[in-house]
């Protein structure tokens, strides 16, 4: 990575990240906005623990002392799936003091391809017991409760009490509704991550931050009255890689909480796109908040994307409009809708303008693939270059269910 800071590799030789040498440690990186640590620290760490964790010892901002605060720190994980696998090993390798890991699932051979937790011996066995057996091999020294319940809305906050931040790597919205409603009724944080096939989102909620952080909620990014159920991962499958990097990401954004460290993503939504390989940021605010009448927002809200029945869709077509299949090739060896222009997602995030020899030049495109996630992503694009874009809503498959 070239260093974005001119000259820093000749101001300090030993540095290669362009962080002056002499920074006081534990002091915030330029342009972050710190909150306080979570926890208070324990009195000390064992030597087996502290030869452990040395490398964090030495890192800048953390410190001995976060490494105390995150052996004080109880972590409950929702999950122990394609996401709570990672964070599960990422935060017993951290050194967390007490992870409570909640999962009434068993292990099944189709989870090893992304539940990283697990092995092929444990298949019929409870998640739960992986998560004892592979965080005391890392960490001796953490302590993992075990709780093979499915949580609902009548035993959530019993379940939740005592938990210093959760984390959710549960994979409905039904249960994720559960644990936002828990967490906000206790007053802790919540981090957040939810994938699908190539694409993944990572944020934080919290309804009782510190005093002059504004409060954000998962009812902010996702209300409930607009939250359907998407196809599950065994309809429309799921990159196994993206869930190490996505529940390494949540771990991340749990132990800087607890340490105080940077700045977390409380008010931003991290959006992550595994084909196009780019990762950006969306803020976002409390519905109820006051409208900010001072500088206006460096980024605008996603557009609004209209979803067309098929009938719709073909008399777009009829009435000049261009079909847009953002399909795998694999996928559209089974037939397109005629007419249609085939460009794989990946292949038209890399250059939109692939379209543009196919279609009129002010002509509306609508977007089609297989559920109609890829496809919402590809109109998100096109809007943004002044396109008139619509999707399939429930893509190609409701529409053969039909």
């Known amino acids: 990575m070239r260093n974005a800071v001119p000259d820093a590799p000749r101001r300090a030789a030993a540095n290669t990240h362009g962080i002056p040498a002499t920074a006081a440690p534990g002091a915030a990186y330029a342009g972050t906005v710190p909150l306080p640590p979570l926890v208070e620290p324990v009195a000390a760490l064992s030597d087996a623990e502290r030869a452990r964790t040395a490398r964090h010892a030495s890192l800048r901002g953390l410190g001995e002392t976060g490494q105390r605060r995150l052996a004080a720190a109880h972590v409950a994980v929702i999950g122990a799936g394609g996401l709570g696998s990672p964070v599960i090993l ?22 090893l391809q992304r539940q990283v937790l697990h ?63 828990a967490t906000e009724a206790l007053g802790v944080p919540l981090v957040w991550g939810v994938l699908q096939e190539f694409h993944a989102q990572v944020t934080v909620f919290w309804s009782a931050p510190p005093e002059g952080v504004p409060a954000v909620r998962l009812s902010d990014l ?12 065994a309809v429309v499958g799921v990159l196994g890689a993206l869930c190490l990097q996505v529940g390494g990401l949540m771990a991340i954004e749990t132990i800087k909480l607890i340490a105080g460290l940077g700045e977390p993503l409380l008010g931003r939504v991290v959006v992550i796109d595994a084909l196009s390989g780019t990762q950006r940021e969306v803020p976002l605010a409390a519905a109820d908040a006051a409208p900010v009448t001072a500088a206006p927002m460096a980024a605008a809200a996603p557009p609004e994307i209209a979803e067309l029945t098929a009938g719709e869709m073909l008399a777009a077509q009829e009435a000049g409009a261009t079909l847009l299949d953002v399909r795998e090739p694999w996928e559209t060896e089974s037939g397109i809708v005629a007419g249609s222009v085939v460009i794989p ?19 509306p495109v609508v977007v089609i693939c297989a559920h109609g996630i890829r496809a919402r992503t590809a109109a998100e694009v096109l809007q943004t270059r002044g396109i008139d874009a619509s999707i399939l809503t429930g893509g190609l498959a409701q529409w053969q269910r039909a």
């Open 119 to 181: 092995r092929h011996a444990d298949v019929g066995a409870d998640k739960v017991a992986s998560a004892v057996r592979a965080a005391a091999g890392l960490s001796p020294e953490t302590t993992v409760i075990a709780v093979r319940e499915r949580l609902t809305a009548d035993n959530a906050q019993r379940l939740l009490a005592g938990a210093d931040i959760v984390v959710d790597g549960s994979d409905s919205f039904a249960t994720r509704g559960l644990v936002a409603a």
């Open 90 to 111: 990422a935060l017993s390798a951290a050194g967390v003091g007490t992870l409570t890991v909640i999962d009434d699932d068993v292990v099944d051979a189709s989870n």
């Open 345 to 363: 997602l990946g292949d038209f995030l890399d250059d939109p303008g692939l379209l543009d020899e196919h279609r009129d030049d002010d002509g």
């Open 222 to 233: 996702h209300p409930p009255d607009a939250v359907g159920e998407p196809p599950s991962c």
